[in-house]
């Protein structure tokens, strides 16, 4: 099993990436959403480093997002997700979410979220 998953992940990465940019222009698009950060954007602050650095000039394959509400409307939309798993296992198979602010950063103050990217929405 493992040289069969060593053999693909070239091309699992590469979908793993093309869903991700997918995903986050129709996020960006959407008028639910407060902000959408994801170097593949054009958009994006970062656009000129994940061109620079990354194969391909993507932006990799991990995106966040914010939605308007603060921290009850981010967990909503969590509880909500029907076609994610809701796992910080980061370079598992399945399509993730999570809401940092809530779980992996939950101990941490509102402004040192708010500094490291992850805020209450």
């Not at 959408?36 to 994006?44: C, H, K, P, T, W």
């Amino acid at each position: 099993l493992t040289i069969a998953g060593v053999e693909t992940l070239p091309v699992r990465m590469d979908r793993h990436v093309r869903n991700a940019k997918i995903v986050a222009e129709f996020l960006e698009g959407d008028d639910r959403v407060a902000w959408v950060s994801y170097a593949g954007l054009d958009s994006s602050p970062y656009r000129s480093l994940a061109e620079r650095y990354m194969r391909g000039g993507v932006g990799g394959s991990v995106f966040t997002f914010g939605v308007p509400g603060g921290f009850d409307a981010g967990v909503k939309v969590v509880e909500r997700a029907e076609l994610f798993s809701h796992l910080a296992n980061v370079g598992d198979i399945r399509s993730l979410i999570l809401h940092p602010a809530s779980t992996t950063h939950r101990q941490l103050t509102p402004e040192q979220r708010t500094a490291c990217g992850a805020g209450d929405d």
